[in-house]
């Protein structure tokens, strides 16, 4: 297997290396009518290459325009990428032959402002014709989205309002999950997440009744969309411990888990973004000394529980 891309190794701020895809179309509405008209939108993945953080913005159609009032609205929030990978769809190459027409014009400015500018370019880097596989980092989250998505969703129309609301809390569930320890105090739970790269701490959520069994005709418009967000958190999480779980043969050697790691327990009724951590207490060795043949026992607060992933 090649190396990693540059981009993917080299520290730098949050979004300096992006890749971005679309995905879509989503039916919404603009207006809380019984016959009103729908309306398609996409959505547009920005997946950071050193943080993994991800950012979710809504597109009217698929013009170079609007992409570019996207990347317009993305750079205020996120900060002026370096370099951006994406596939080559006409969208995307108008987009990139647009900045070049910027990059151009701002040449013709005063030498200290234009190597100031000059230095601000963005680098567009387009993946082989019809390999999506080489932009798997960002296929992923494309795919984890547009799936939940329309898995929950199915043929109801949300209006505007609604569709961003469960797009924004979907984002904030990407950017929540734990990616390793932030110490080894077998009394410290913490973990970080992207979030961490963003706002300085764990991304979280307002603390709502659970919705997920009520009847779709009894509650009101927004806690229908509460309804979904959770239903979606559910989904996702399930998925999401799943896919950590390596079940391949084992063909080399890896460390075993020791007294004192932070492992991610499985919990079906905890609130969005949130996630049930321990430490390992004890263990009990069963006949192989491989990992996924012991017995662990988790100590969290004061509940002894059977571990799902270590961290």
């Given at each position: 297997?090649?190396?990693l891309?540059?981009e ?15 995905c ?7 207006k ?9 939108v ?26 570019i009032a996207?990347l ?5 929030r ?10 080559n769809?006409?969208?995307?190459v ?6 070049r027409?910027?990059?151009r ?7 200290n ?11 567009w ?5 019809r390999?999506p ?15 939940h ?14 569709f ?5 809390q ?10 390793i ?13 992207p979030g ?20 779709n ?6 806690q ?13 999480s ?34 969005i973004?949130s996630?049930s ?8 060795m ?24 270590c961290?």
């Amino acid at each position: 297997m090649a190396s990693l891309l540059r981009e993917r190794v080299t520290v730098n701020s949050p979004f300096a290396n992006t890749g971005i895809d679309l995905c879509g179309p989503f039916y919404i509405k603009y207006k809380n009518q019984r016959k009103g008209i729908f309306n398609k939108v996409y959505v547009a993945i920005f997946v950071c290459f050193s943080t993994r953080a991800a950012h979710l913005k809504i597109l009217t159609d698929l013009t170079s325009d609007a992409l570019i009032a996207t990347l317009k609205r993305f750079f205020p929030r996120c900060g002026i990428c370096t370099t951006i990978f994406s596939d080559n769809p006409t969208n995307f190459v108008g987009a990139n032959s647009e900045l070049r027409k910027f990059y151009r014009l701002f040449k013709k400015l005063p030498d200290n402002l234009a190597s100031y500018l000059v230095s601000q370019s963005i680098s567009w880097k387009f993946l082989p014709p019809r390999s999506p596989n080489f932009g798997g980092l960002w296929e992923a989250g494309v795919k984890s989205f547009k799936h939940h998505l329309k898995r929950t969703i199915g043929n109801l129309k949300l209006t505007i309002e609604e569709f961003l609301t469960v797009v924004n809390q979907f984002e904030g569930v990407l950017n929540r999950r734990p990616l390793i320890p932030l110490s080894s105090d077998p009394n410290d739970f913490s973990t970080l997440t992207p979030g961490h790269f963003l706002i300085g701490r764990p991304i979280s959520s307002i603390p709502e009744p659970q919705l997920v069994n009520v009847p779709n005709n009894r509650p009101s418009s927004w806690q229908k969309v509460q309804k979904l967000n959770q239903i979606i958190w559910q989904k996702w999480s399930r998925d999401y411990l799943n896919n950590l779980q390596q079940r391949e043969k084992w063909k080399f050697q890896k460390n075993n888990i020791e007294k004192g790691s932070l492992v991610l327990l499985k919990d079906d009724n905890l609130p969005i973004c949130s996630w049930s951590m321990g430490r390992i207490h004890s263990e009990k060795m069963e006949k192989y000394e491989l990992y996924k043949s012991k017995q662990l026992m988790v100590f969290l607060n004061v509940a002894f529980r059977m571990y799902v992933y270590c961290l």
